[in-house]
């Protein structure tokens, strides 16, 4: 395998280290720039580390990179404290507390002001409400660590070669196939871009895209610090992160690093970033916009007087320093969807480096990822979520929102109404609050139905962060939906049929089930990565011997439509159906009352069973219907063209009027409908580090065919699972736990399984037909006593309604197949 | 003690220069600006001056409305009052500059003790402007200063001819052009920055006379390229680098 990376950064470095340990070692590495630092970001890159995220695949990157400095003895604990000047900011730390415990990070505690004066003595503690104190939060010699990789891989055999400027990437068939630089070509099997902010320029050599926009943040040096003139290291103090004022200050030797994400986006493009020989600096080494500080100097000062305030320190170094904005903040890595071969590793921070490094190398050799890579993945984005408008609106959006207080139900406010269905302006009339997923409008619910929440008697949340993106109209629709029947529109989906002779080997490969059925059948799936986790879960539709519909959530399409692809062979192919189709739901009690006024077919449940689809005529339109339910009620998602999507939706209303119809939005769909059924959801219960198995999904007989992931499932089902997916309720709570909290014992100690994984929260959200606060977590066997959900540091007892997938709600499924 | 203190706006280039299409000048778009090192240590003379003796440091640039940040650059290590005569960007030569100077230096209330300037600008390299600025006042001037001592109403000032100096005492009022070296000039803390922001800034529109020099268009001389010669590697190469150190002159 011949392997060219682009980028020598901490990236491209780590990268180019793992792939010849893997045994990649035909392996070439080129960067415009020379060696140790090629003037990229992580030339100037403030090297600090704080663990702790609320985003379990950024920890586990982040906790595997610390690993992997620690071991190369580049890593320098000196501990680190967010700080509080705010009561809104102090909630936020005790939801830190709660991720820290979720993910492993030990050690962390919430400190006092006096605390935070013990600890960093030059801080003005009389300004702080508290801190978040995490021990093991350390510094790190990047540079020194890249080289070290850089090194191992030429031990090996690799090249490296430094002053080397690529020319063009050349792609034939849609391969990748060689790199011409300015010291010759390479042919290539692989090719992996590792550039940070000059990555979009690459990409487009090869007639990829990888959507990043190169953006400031600024910082300051200033010294000599007269407090540090004795220090024993260059980082003795712990780094302080002023999360209100989204500014940090950390020692550096003599001096302190002033820190600032607070100013206006200022974003640049890759085509106009200067060469090494035009920079004063470097290329990532802009000139400092003063003005864009003035703010700044006065926060630093308020926080850390003993040093700002002293006239003997002077500001000696001043930076617009580059780095790279992704639109949704996660980094962009994976094979690109346009070209095979091509490899994306950017956007990607020092703290997750190595981890992204060897994560990257596993799944280009390995075909899987150690660490689940599925929310970094860059087959995820839809071509709109690609264009610059999109890119820059929602990196300029996100970046103050670097050391934000972001709910996890917080919606974007730029580039919204891009992809709108058939049926927007009836959800408009009828007062949809819409959410966006994957740049659709989707209503979450409507306040056209307010007057359902006192007739159903739903409770509003007191506490304004629980009730915050959430209203109790959710709940009504729902008990509306169980009572009589409920409209969904579900446009949103990502729909893509693999067409051709080899249409069934290439579903038989993917799919965990059997694939070889009868037309008109619905099979629900689970798709299982190498090593036997959760790849994805969708439907397919047998259409026909040569057609199969994969039918699967908006958010994830786009990579499961790569991943079929990857696997046709030479006569299978993709087509993409999104948006020539679009979707209504229907479900509840009256929903076959409601189908059946206006098709003259059969849709009994003789004739039209659950699990199945067909043809039904309405008002003159073709419907395909298909009877399945993500709500667990009987119903349908009722498939039309885009140009008939209005005249569905009238038809479905009118006739739904008689039986008291409600719409309802994703509210519903996504949370309350499904947590009552016990419905697990990708990303959520079902992701790479859980199985079949574990997820109680493993009902159905494997089959004798060969899919992807079969050895491992196979061995899944010969021993007993380490941990099972449980539905947990709170009842008569006042607080709402919303995801990723950690589940403990009594005294506060985290459940922890045999494969070291914690339990924690996989879903949240009330279940209104069993009057229970529902919460869904992986525990492991035995007997762990009282449990309880730590959200905002209380501990709330939990009952455990099920281990295992049985429904708290209709167990029998007699609704659905009603 | 009254001192002026003039500067001029000069981008910060990096080692490969980049001209605009109609080569008129330097690219300047992704560029930082500065004052050059001979006026950062100007001003840092007349400041420490001022410190010891009392008095005022005022400091003048002829430029666009940005080089007021030049000005409260300035301010933040020291000078206590800026004036910006402001043009629209266009180059000046070194007549119409001091000749605006000049102009200007009769709207002061009183005459100043010292008039510094850089010895040459670090984009123009004219080296002109203090000279016929002293010229138009009638005063003494000294250029190519690497030290300077205030007596009573007088000072004494030495240049460097390579190893010896040249001495020269003149009387108060006098115009000196120094050169980098003169001092080693202080950074600004951040309650200078911040107390800069308040300073005095006086503005003044000017426009230029008609040109005296017409400028053709600028050159970039070719190979200028990077020369690296490899001194060793690892620790045998720890001789030859004192060597170089030692050649430069640094250790």
Same mark, same amino acid.
């Given at each position: 395998?011949?392997?060219?990376?682009?980028?020598?950064?901490?990236?491209?470095?780590?990268?180019?280290?793992?792939?010849?340990?893997?045994?990649?070692?035909? $392996?070439?590495?080129?960067?415009?720039?020379?060696?140790?630092?090629?003037?990229?970001?992580?030339?100037?890159?403030?090297?600090?580390?704080?663990?702790?995220?609320?985003?379990?695949?950024?920890?586990?990157?982040?906790?595997?990179?610390?690993?992997?400095?620690?071991?190369?003895?580049?890593?320098?604990?000196?501990?680190?404290?967010?700080?509080?000047?705010?009561?809104?900011?102090?909630?936020?730390?005790?939801?830190?507390?709660?991720?820290?415990?979720?993910?492993?990070?030990?050690?962390?505690?919430?400190?006092?002001?006096?605390?935070?004066?013990?600890?960093?003595?030059?801080?003005?503690?009389?300004?702080?409400?508290?801190?978040?104190?995490?021990?093991?939060?350390?510094?790190?010699?990047?540079?020194?660590?890249?080289?070290?990789?850089?090194?191992?891989?030429?031990?090996?055999?690799?090249?490296?070669?430094?002053?080397?400027?690529?020319?063009?990437?050349?792609?034939? @068939?849609?391969?990748?196939?060689?790199?011409?630089?300015?010291?010759?070509?390479?042919?290539?099997?692989?090719?992996?871009?590792?550039?940070?902010?000059?990555?979009?320029?690459?990409?487009?050599?090869?007639?990829?895209?990888?959507?990043?926009?190169?953006?400031?943040?600024?910082?300051?040096?200033?010294?000599?610090?007269?407090?540090?003139?004795?220090?024993?290291?260059?980082?003795?103090?712990?780094?302080?992160?002023?999360?209100?004022?989204?500014?940090?200050?950390?020692?550096?030797?003599?001096?302190?690093?002033?820190?600032?994400?607070?100013?206006?986006?200022?974003?640049?493009?890759?085509?106009?970033?200067?060469?090494?020989?035009?920079?004063?600096?470097?290329?990532?080494?802009?000139?400092?916009?003063?003005?864009?500080?003035?703010?700044?100097?006065?926060?630093?000062?308020?926080?850390?007087?003993?040093?700002?305030?002293?006239?003997?320190?002077?500001?000696?170094?001043?930076?617009?320093?580059?780095?790279?904005?992704?639109?949704?903040?996660?980094?962009?890595?994976?094979?690109?969807?346009?070209?095979?071969?091509?490899?994306?590793?950017?956007?990607?921070?020092?703290?997750?480096?190595?981890?992204?490094?060897?994560?990257?190398?596993?799944?280009?050799? $390995?075909?899987?990822?150690?660490?689940?890579?599925?929310?970094?993945?860059?087959?995820?984005?839809?071509?709109?979520?690609?264009?610059?408008?999109?890119?820059?609106?929602?990196?300029?959006?996100?970046?103050?929102?670097?050391?934000?207080?972001?709910?996890?139900?917080?919606?974007?406010?730029?580039?919204?109404?891009?992809?709108?269905?058939?049926?927007?302006?009836?959800?408009?009339?009828?007062?949809?609050?819409?959410?966006?997923?994957?740049?659709?409008?989707?209503?979450?619910?409507?306040?056209?139905?307010?007057? !359902?929440?006192?007739?159903?008697?739903?409770?509003?949340?007191?506490?304004?962060?629980?009730?915050?993106?959430?209203?109790?109209?959710?709940?009504?629709?729902?008990?509306?939906?169980?009572?009589?029947?409920?409209?969904?529109?579900?446009?949103?989906?990502?729909?893509?049929?693999?067409?051709?002779?080899?249409?069934?080997?290439?579903?038989?490969?993917?799919?965990?089930?059997?694939?070889?059925?009868?037309?008109?059948?619905?099979?629900?799936?689970?798709?299982?990565?190498?090593?036997?986790?959760?790849?994805?879960?969708?439907?397919?539709?047998?259409?026909?011997?040569?057609?199969?519909?994969?039918?699967?959530?908006?958010?994830?399409?786009?990579?499961?439509?790569?991943?079929?692809?990857?696997?046709?062979?030479?006569?299978?192919?993709?087509? @993409?159906?999104?948006?020539?189709?679009?979707?209504?739901?229907?479900?509840?009690?009256? =929903?076959?009352?409601?189908?059946?006024?206006?098709?003259?077919?059969?849709?009994?449940?003789?004739?039209?069973?659950?699990?199945?689809?067909?043809?039904?005529?309405?008002?003159?339109?073709?419907?395909?219907?298909?009877?399945?339910?993500?709500?667990?009620?009987?119903?349908?998602?009722?498939?039309?063209?885009?140009?008939?999507?209005?005249?569905?939706?009238?038809?479905?209303?009118?006739?739904?009027?008689?039986?008291?119809?409600?719409?309802?939005?994703?509210?519903?769909?996504?949370?309350?409908?499904?947590?009552?059924?016990?419905?697990?959801?990708?990303?959520?219960?079902?992701?790479?580090?859980?199985?079949?198995?574990?997820?109680?999904?493993?009902?159905?007989?494997?089959?004798?065919?060969?899919?992807?992931?079969?050895?491992?499932?196979?061995?899944?089902?010969?021993?007993?699972?380490? =941990?099972?997916?449980?539905?947990?309720?709170?009842?008569?709570?006042?607080?709402?736990?919303?995801?990723?909290?950690?589940?403990?014992?009594?005294?506060?100690?985290? $459940?922890?399984?045999?494969?070291?994984?914690?339990?924690?929260?996989?879903?949240?959200?009330?279940?209104?037909? !069993?009057?229970?606060?529902?919460?869904?977590?992986?525990?492991?066997?035995?007997?762990?006593?009282?449990?309880?959900?730590?959200?905002?540091?209380?501990?709330?007892?939990?009952?455990?309604?099920?281990?295992?997938?049985?429904?708290?709600?209709?167990?029998?499924?007699?609704?659905?197949?009603? | 003690?009254?001192?002026?203190?003039?500067?001029?706006?000069?981008?910060?280039?990096?080692?490969?220069?980049?001209?605009?299409?109609?080569?008129?000048?330097?690219?300047?778009?992704?560029?930082?600006?500065?004052?050059?090192?001979?006026?950062?240590?100007?001003?840092?003379?007349?400041?420490?001056?001022?410190?010891?003796?009392?008095?005022?440091?005022?400091?003048?640039? !002829?430029?666009?409305?940005?080089?007021?940040?030049?000005?409260?650059?300035?301010?933040?290590?020291?000078?206590?009052?800026?004036?910006?005569?402001?043009?629209?960007?266009?180059?000046?030569?070194?007549?119409?500059?001091?000749?605006?100077?000049?102009?200007?230096?009769?709207?002061?209330?009183?005459?100043?003790? $010292?008039?510094?300037?850089?010895?040459?600008?670090? @984009?123009?390299?004219?080296?002109?402007?203090?000279?016929?600025?002293?010229?138009?006042?009638?005063?003494?001037?000294?250029?190519?200063?690497?030290?300077?001592?205030?007596?009573?109403?007088?000072?004494?000032?030495?240049?460097?001819?390579?190893?010896?100096?040249?001495?020269?005492?003149?009387?108060?009022?006098?115009?000196?052009?120094?050169?980098?070296? !003169?001092?080693?000039?202080?950074?600004?803390?951040?309650?200078?920055?911040?107390?800069?922001?308040?300073?005095?800034?006086?503005?003044?529109?000017?426009?230029?006379?008609?040109?005296?020099?017409?400028?053709?268009?600028?050159?970039?001389?070719?190979?200028?390229?990077?020369?690296?010669?490899?001194?060793?590697?690892?620790?045998?190469?720890?001789?030859?680098?004192?060597?170089?150190?030692?050649?430069?002159?640094?250790?």
């Amino acid at each position: 395998m011949k392997v060219v990376v682009i980028g020598g950064g901490i990236v491209g470095n780590s990268l180019t280290g793992w792939l010849a340990e893997l045994g990649w070692t035909d $392996l070439v590495q080129v960067d415009k720039g020379p060696f140790p630092n090629p003037g990229g970001s992580t030339g100037h890159a403030s090297n600090f580390i704080f663990p702790v995220d609320h985003s379990k695949e950024m920890t586990q990157l982040t906790l595997e990179s610390m690993r992997q400095y620690r071991e190369t003895g580049t890593l320098h604990e000196c501990g680190g404290i967010e700080v509080a000047r705010t009561e809104e900011r102090l909630e936020e730390l005790r939801r830190r507390m709660a991720s820290a415990k979720s993910w492993g990070v030990e050690g962390c505690r919430l400190v006092t002001p006096a605390e935070i004066k013990e600890l960093v003595p030059f801080v003005d503690e009389s300004i702080l409400l508290g801190g978040f104190y995490s021990p093991s939060v350390a510094v790190v010699d990047s540079l020194r660590f890249g080289t070290l990789m850089r090194e191992r891989a030429q031990a090996k055999g690799a090249q490296i070669l430094a002053n080397t400027e690529v020319k063009g990437i050349d792609v034939e @068939d849609g391969r990748v196939r060689r790199v011409r630089t300015t010291r010759g070509d390479f042919e290539a099997d692989v090719v992996a871009i590792a550039c940070g902010v000059w990555s979009p320029r690459l990409a487009q050599m090869a007639g990829a895209s990888i959507p990043l926009t190169p953006a400031v943040h600024q910082m300051i040096d200033v010294g000599p610090v007269p407090r540090f003139l004795d220090s024993k290291t260059a980082v003795d103090y712990p780094i302080v992160r002023d999360m209100d004022t989204n500014m940090y200050e950390r020692q550096d030797g003599q001096g302190l690093e002033v820190g600032s994400y607070a100013h206006r986006p200022i974003l640049h493009d890759p085509d106009e970033i200067l060469s090494i020989e035009e920079a004063a600096l470097t290329p990532t080494e802009l000139p400092f916009t003063q003005e864009d500080f003035e703010l700044q100097l006065e926060h630093g000062l308020e926080l850390v007087p003993e040093i700002l305030g002293d006239e003997s320190v002077g500001i000696k170094y001043a930076i617009n320093g580059l780095l790279s904005l992704t639109p949704d903040g996660l980094p962009l890595l994976g094979e690109t969807p346009e070209v095979k071969g091509l490899w994306s590793a950017a956007a990607v921070w020092v703290k997750e480096g190595p981890g992204v490094g060897k994560s990257l190398a596993e799944w280009m050799v $390995l075909g899987e990822p150690e660490i689940d890579l599925q929310s970094s993945d860059i087959a995820r984005f839809y071509p709109e979520q690609r264009t610059p408008q999109h890119v820059k609106g929602r990196a300029a959006e996100g970046f103050n929102k670097t050391y934000g207080i972001v709910h996890p139900g917080e919606q974007w406010e730029s580039n919204r109404g891009v992809r709108v269905s058939p049926f927007y302006d009836r959800e408009q009339q009828l007062g949809a609050v819409f959410f966006e997923a994957a740049a659709w409008e989707r209503p979450h619910w409507y306040e056209a139905n307010a007057p !359902l929440v006192e007739e159903y008697g739903v409770k509003p949340r007191e506490h304004e962060w629980d009730a915050r993106w959430w209203s109790p109209i959710i709940n009504a629709e729902h008990l509306a939906m169980r009572e009589r029947a409920a409209m969904f529109d579900l446009t949103a989906f990502c729909v893509f049929d693999v067409v051709g002779p080899g249409a069934l080997d290439c579903v038989q490969t993917v799919a965990a089930r059997q694939m070889n059925v009868p037309d008109g059948r619905v099979i629900y799936t689970p798709v299982l990565a190498p090593g036997g986790g959760f790849k994805s879960d969708l439907t397919i539709m047998k259409m026909a011997d040569d057609r199969f519909r994969v039918v699967t959530g908006g958010a994830h399409g786009m990579a499961d439509m790569k991943w079929f692809r990857d696997h046709c062979g030479p006569d299978a192919w993709i087509e @993409d159906h999104t948006s020539a189709l679009c979707t209504v739901g229907l479900w509840g009690p009256r =929903a076959r009352d409601i189908l059946s006024s206006i098709t003259s077919d059969d849709v009994s449940n003789e004739s039209f069973p659950f699990a199945t689809w067909k043809t039904v005529g309405v008002d003159g339109l073709g419907v395909l219907a298909s009877r399945i339910s993500y709500v667990g009620d009987l119903g349908w998602e009722l498939y039309v063209p885009f140009e008939h999507g209005a005249a569905l939706w009238d038809a479905v209303w009118e006739a739904g009027q008689p039986h008291g119809v409600v719409p309802a939005g994703i509210g519903v769909y996504g949370t309350t409908g499904r947590l009552e059924k016990a419905y697990r959801a990708f990303g959520f219960e079902l992701d790479q580090d859980y199985d079949v198995v574990e997820a109680d999904m493993a009902w159905w007989k494997v089959k004798a065919e060969d899919f992807v992931g079969k050895d491992a499932h196979l061995a899944a089902r010969e021993r007993e699972p380490a =941990a099972v997916c449980c539905t947990l309720t709170l009842t008569g709570n006042t607080r709402f736990p919303l995801g990723r909290e950690p589940v403990v014992r009594e005294d506060g100690s985290p $459940l922890i399984d045999a494969k070291g994984r914690r339990s924690y929260v996989t879903s949240a959200g009330m279940g209104p037909s !069993l009057g229970k606060y529902i919460l869904m977590s992986y525990l492991p066997p035995g007997d762990h006593g009282q449990l309880y959900v730590q959200y905002m540091e209380e501990l709330h007892p939990v009952t455990v309604e099920v281990v295992g997938s049985r429904p708290p709600f209709d167990p029998d499924n007699e609704r659905i197949r009603s | 003690m009254r001192i002026l203190v003039c500067v001029k706006r000069v981008p910060l280039t990096g080692g490969k220069m980049v001209l605009t299409d109609d080569a008129q000048a330097l690219e300047t778009r992704h560029l930082g600006f500065t004052i050059s090192p001979h006026e950062e240590c100007a001003v840092e003379e007349a400041v420490r001056i001022v410190e010891a003796e009392g008095g005022e440091v005022v400091v003048m640039t !002829l430029g666009p409305a940005e080089a007021e940040e030049q000005l409260r650059d300035c301010m933040a290590i020291g000078a206590d009052r800026g004036i910006l005569l402001e043009t629209q960007g266009e180059e000046w030569d070194a007549q119409a500059t001091a000749g605006a100077i000049v102009e200007a230096l009769h709207s002061e209330p009183e005459p100043f003790d $010292l008039l510094f300037f850089g010895n040459e600008s670090a @984009d123009a390299g004219g080296y002109q402007v203090g000279i016929r600025v002293a010229h138009a006042l009638g005063l003494p001037i000294v250029t190519g200063l690497k030290k300077i001592d205030l007596r009573d109403g007088s000072v004494r000032c030495e240049r460097d001819v390579g190893g010896p100096r040249d001495v020269y005492e003149a009387p108060l009022p006098a115009v000196l052009t120094v050169l980098e070296g !003169l001092n080693l000039p202080r950074y600004p803390s951040v309650p200078g920055r911040l107390r800069a922001k308040q300073k005095p800034l006086s503005r003044t529109a000017v426009s230029p006379p008609a040109a005296q020099l017409e400028k053709l268009r600028l050159i970039v001389p070719e190979g200028q390229g990077k020369q690296a010669e490899i001194l060793g590697n690892g620790a045998a190469a720890a001789p030859r680098i004192v060597e170089v150190l030692q050649e430069l002159g640094v250790a």
